[in-house]
């Protein structure tokens, strides 16, 4: 359903944030540079990196047309430069020198939006490259901006928690406390919703923060009316701050990413979670799709960008047990647990669980002997991986049934967690369990059976307070 494609490896430091065009990919770094990319074959161009900024690059941006780049830094600067060939345009010093967070093109590429560590955020005319307007917010440090999808506004927040909306002559129309430890990302879906009334449009916003929440909003806003905003739902996947969100070209995904280490893909409408992505090794900074296909890129501070393919029919196939929380995989149909392999990316076994009559109670019963003998499986990988997704999917049907969240439950002993640690292959599990496993066991992974690069067992302390706040809550 999803596949890295590409992993791009050319920072020296952690991934600050990436950016698509429609055919380019931008991605700047700690390590001062942009790079760009093609999308036709991800080779990077002849002109990247693009070097200026003396310090950190925070943010990078396309303008609508794909011909300008902006990136902007700790050294007080927006840069604007021409993607055709990595020359400089303009560049734009914050009014306080202050160092720059965030720069935004709006949708008609008339400004550009740039926000500082100091509060301010200064609306630029994106032809003259002159400042037009500035204000500041009252608290923190502004550290993300999202233009609505017609123009008529936009959005920043702030380190404080704050959601602050500019109408386009920079007037605020509205302030609202959003995350209680301060915000880190939001982004619009460019499809309105379409519950509008009196000829208003609506707009889904989504926002994340240091609260380990991702939060819908639903906007509206018209010069006659006014604005409004409203809380819609929260989306609690991360055990971790969630430090990057984005939406997809259509509107129908949402994607997150966390110090948990974890992206998170979610169905907008049904607002389940469709994949669970685990590759990077350390915290993702960054999420972004690509304009007009179905492409994404993460962003990490293991100094890697990776570029992940969806395939077309993703949502209409994927269908989650959490889309049906009432019905438990013993129940599940032959048609059902065809769409669970389809889901797992073992769709070549479908035919061969249906000629067997396998449903969900005959599912959770499989064994490497009847996967050899009787459904004559050679591959002993693939054996191998179908066990694994059903010793994955008992443990999602354990915590379902115990209202314990899933990334709670250790993998070997399919209980709460007391003391989880982080082994090398990414996964966190039960510190006993995993040195049992380890002293009894080949030295592989659990979860993928790959051999363990290392048998170092880090403890994972913020899962840990996850748990104890989730037991404070729970337990009487």
Known sequence: MVKIICTLADHSDDVNCCAFSSSLLATCSLDKTVHLYSLSDFTELPHSPLKFHTYAVHCCCFSPSGYVLASCSTDGTTVVWNTQNGQILAVMEQPSESPVRVCRFSPDSTCLVSGAADGTV?????????????????????????????????????????????????????????????????????????????????????????????????????????????????????????????????????????????????????????????????????????????????????????????????????????????????????????????????????????????????????????????????????????????????IKMKSLSSGIPDEFICPITRELMKDPVIAADGYSYEKEAMENWISKKKRTSPMTNLVLPSVVLTPNRTLKMAINRWLDTHQK
């Open 122 to 394: 200064v609306l630029w005319n994106a032809q003259s490259y002159k400042l037009y307007r500035c204000g500041s917010v009252k608290d923190g440090s502004l550290v993300a901006c999202a233009f609505s999808p017609n123009g008529n506004f936009f959005v920043t927040g702030s380190s404080s928690g704050d959601l602050t909306v500019w109408d386009d002559k920079m007037r605020c129309l509205h302030s609202e406390k959003a995350h209680d430890l301060g915000i880190t990302s939001c982004d619009f879906s460019s499809q309105p919703v379409s519950d509008g009334e009196q000829g208003l449009q609506f707009f889904r916003l989504a926002s994340c923060g240091q609260d380990r929440q991702v939060k819908i909003w639903i906007v509206s806003f018209t010069h006659s009316l006014g604005f409004e905003l409203k809380h819609k739902s929260t989306l609690s996947g991360h055990c971790a701050p969630v430090l990057a969100c984005a939406f997809s070209h259509n509107g129908q995904m949402l994607v997150s990413g966390s110090v948990d280490k974890s992206v998170l893909v979610y169905d907008t409408n049904a607002e389940i979670i469709l994949f669970r992505l685990t590759q990077h090794t350390r915290y993702v900074t960054t999420c972004a799709f690509a304009p007009s296909m179905l492409l994404l890129a993460t962003g990490s501070m293991d100094k890697t960008v990776n570029i992940w393919q969806f395939e077309p029919e993703t949502l209409s196939q994927v269908r989650s047990i959490e889309d049906q929380p009432n019905q438990f995989t013993e129940d599940w149909s032959e048609d059902d647990v065809a769409m669970w392999l389809c889901e797992q990316g073992l769709k070549d076994l479908v035919d061969i669980f249906k000629m067997n009559n396998i449903d969900g109670r005959e599912l959770l019963h499989l064994t490497k002997e009847s996967l050899a003998d009787d459904f004559k499986i050679e591959s002993l990988g693939l054996r191998s991986k179908v066990l694994r997704k059903i010793e994955e999917l008992k």
